[in-house]
């Protein structure tokens, strides 16, 4: 099978190392890709947005797979422009269609649709221009702290989490009347805070049936300790410590099993990933928010836990037998730190030439942020590497994931050393 994986990050390459290990592909290309994606396939210089592009190079290429990375395409509508298409709707493309996109293209629509189908979450009210005076009020009046959500994609920067009235109403302010994320925060959701633990379920679904793929736990502040300024994520952990059997099974019937009903309900076309982005408040489980895709740096984390074939399980999403197999996990430990460049998650540093890549042998390199030039490595992006390992314990795996992001070298490197540290 000749497969299309659209992206350019760490999530990417996790993909694609993933991919290339099923004997269904034949044949990966990646659009645009990276240098470690090109390890495993054939980079296309190629933006993701690029609807006609791709169509031009899936015919040319006679591709029969595409794997939508990112949530922009999908929220733009990838997997319908494929539909519509008659030369391309034999493609089978692995992502919801545009209206399940909304799930994480709309943070109302999510809140809504949650509300519909009885799932936990945080109490809200949404506002816009029209109710801007009303949401000044709400401000004022609201237990602290407060949330508040940019509606659209703010390319992970539209959360905000206000410890005062003031600068909750200086945020509001700025979001709407200022258009500080553009139409992304032209409407904006307030939430309750909850108090408790994060963590992550991903599922892949056809729509009706899933299957449960490894949890994770992400860590988002660039700071040690859970510090300073929310990042993209600076690294992750798999399978979740607090996640037990009672805990998963509560996850499972109060919120996946009403999401996918919800979905059925509604006559979401889903045929890709949901993304469940939770709390643990008591003992309890809250959706946070739900993604249309995999994570980053969560893919780093939990498809080298994924023992099944991922093309054969996308395959299933197709062809009707996603109920006929099994996700099956490896019972090792998995832990992914991020090395980013200096000025990370504001302005950042590139063009830092990388050394020692090729000298980690025991554990996963992932290429987030890099770029080749002269056969030399540079950093091209805030986030530079994943390092992942897998070990007997999750101390063990975190131990060779520090030694091996010591080892790597550019100037600027910084890496939280504490990834995992409520558990270590």
């Known amino acids: 099978m000749k497969i299309l994986l659209l992206g350019s990050g760490g999530r990417e390459h996790a993909l694609a190392w993933k991919i290339t290990q099923s004997p269904l592909c034949t044949t990966l290309f990646i659009a645009p890709g990276n240098p470690g994606t090109a390890l495993f396939g054939s980079n296309v210089s190629l933006s993701v947005n690029d609807f006609e592009g791709i169509k031009k190079l899936c015919l040319q290429e006679e591709i029969q797979m595409v794997v939508v990375g990112p949530e922009e395409p999908l929220v733009r509508g990838i997997y319908d422009f494929f539909q519509q298409d008659t030369a391309l709707q034999d493609i089978q493309v692995i992502g919801p269609s545009q209206k399940g996109a909304q799930l994480e293209g709309s943070k109302a629509f999510a809140k809504e649709f949650m509300q519909k189908n009885n799932i936990p979450t945080a109490s809200y009210r949404e506002f816009n221009q029209d109710n801007f005076e009303e949401g000044l009020a709400y401000i004022r009046q609201h237990a602290l702290p407060i949330v508040l959500k940019a509606d659209g994609l703010a390319a992970g920067k539209g959360v905000v989490i206000s410890e005062t009235h003031e600068d909750a109403l200086f945020h509001f302010t700025e979001m709407i ?248």
């Open 177 to 424: 009347q200022d258009k500080k994320f553009g139409e992304a925060s032209a409407t904006v959701v307030i939430e309750a805070f909850l108090t408790g633990i994060e963590c992550s379920v991903f599922v892949l679904t056809d729509g009706k049936n899933y299957c449960l793929l490894p949890s994770a736990k992400d860590y988002k502040r660039i700071g040690e300790g859970d510090t300073g300024l929310n990042t993209g994520g600076m690294g992750a952990i798999s399978p979740v410590p607090f996640m037990d059997e009672t805990f998963l099974e509560k996850v499972k019937q109060q919120i996946i099993l009403p999401t996918m009903k919800g979905i059925e309900q509604d006559n979401i076309i889903y045929k890709g990933f949901i993304f469940i982005g939770l709390i643990k408040v008591n003992n309890d489980p809250f959706v946070i928010e739900y993604n249309c895709r995999l994570g980053d740096p969560e893919t780093e984390v939990i498809l080298p836990r994924l023992e099944s074939d991922l093309v054969e399980l996308f395959a299933a999403l197709h062809n009707g037998k996603l109920k006929d197999l099994d996700c099956v996990h490896s019972p090792l430990h998995a832990a992914t730190m991020m090395l980013v460049s200096k000025g990370y998650p504001e302005d950042y540093e590139k063009g830092k030439l990388i050394t020692h890549t090729n000298d980690i042998t025991d554990s996963l390199v992932f290429h987030a942020g890099t770029v080749l030039k002269d056969n030399q490595l540079y950093t091209n992006g805030g986030r530079v590497i994943a390092v992942t390992s897998l070990a007997n314990s999750l101390s063990e795996a975190l131990a060779c994931s520090a030694k091996n992001a010591a080892t790597i070298q550019y100037e600027g490197k910084y890496y939280r050393k504490d990834i995992g540290w409520e558990f270590d």
